[in-house]
């Protein structure tokens, strides 16, 4: 399984980017898919996750209301919209895979998901 991002770039505060997370080799489609993103000098934290049988979408608090997550079964990948965006955002972005549908306890736990892409840069500058 391959998770392939893209989408990223440097952008001042306030603006936008869209990041696409396409999957190769197995598909996610009954699972979950999620964004992850690590800032130098911290831990990798969640930004946004996305499951099968779920109308629902979970965020991190430091993103909800300015990021949007959605998904494309029938292309198997997962965008995320970044909105109002602010220098704090700027970390290497990662998309993320479960081949299982995650519990909703563990949904932000970086365990939950198997596969992960090779991440992308987003640099917001103030």
């Known amino acids: 399984v391959q998770l392939q991002a893209s989408g990223g770039g440097s952008v001042q505060a306030g603006g936008s980017l869209r990041l696409s997370c396409a999957a190769s080799?197995?598909?996610?489609?009954?699972?979950?898919m999620a964004w992850f993103r690590q800032a130098p000098g911290k831990e990798r934290e969640f930004v946004a996750a996305?499951?099968?049988?779920?109308?629902?979408?979970y965020y991190g608090d430091s993103v909800k209301g300015r990021f949007t997550i959605s998904r494309d079964n029938a292309k198997n990948t997962v965008n995320l919209q970044m909105n109002s965006l602010k220098p704090e955002d700027t970390a290497l972005y990662y998309c993320?895979?479960?081949?299982?549908?995650?519990?909703?306890?563990?949904?932000?736990?970086?365990?939950?998901?198997?596969?992960w892409g090779q991440g992308t840069q987003v640099t917001v500058s103030s």
């Open positions: 996305i499951r099968w049988g779920d109308t629902n979408a």
């Open positions: 993320a895979g479960a081949i299982n549908r995650p519990i909703s306890s563990a949904l932000r736990e970086r365990a939950s998901y198997k596969s």
């Open positions: 080799g197995r598909t996610f489609s009954r699972g979950g």
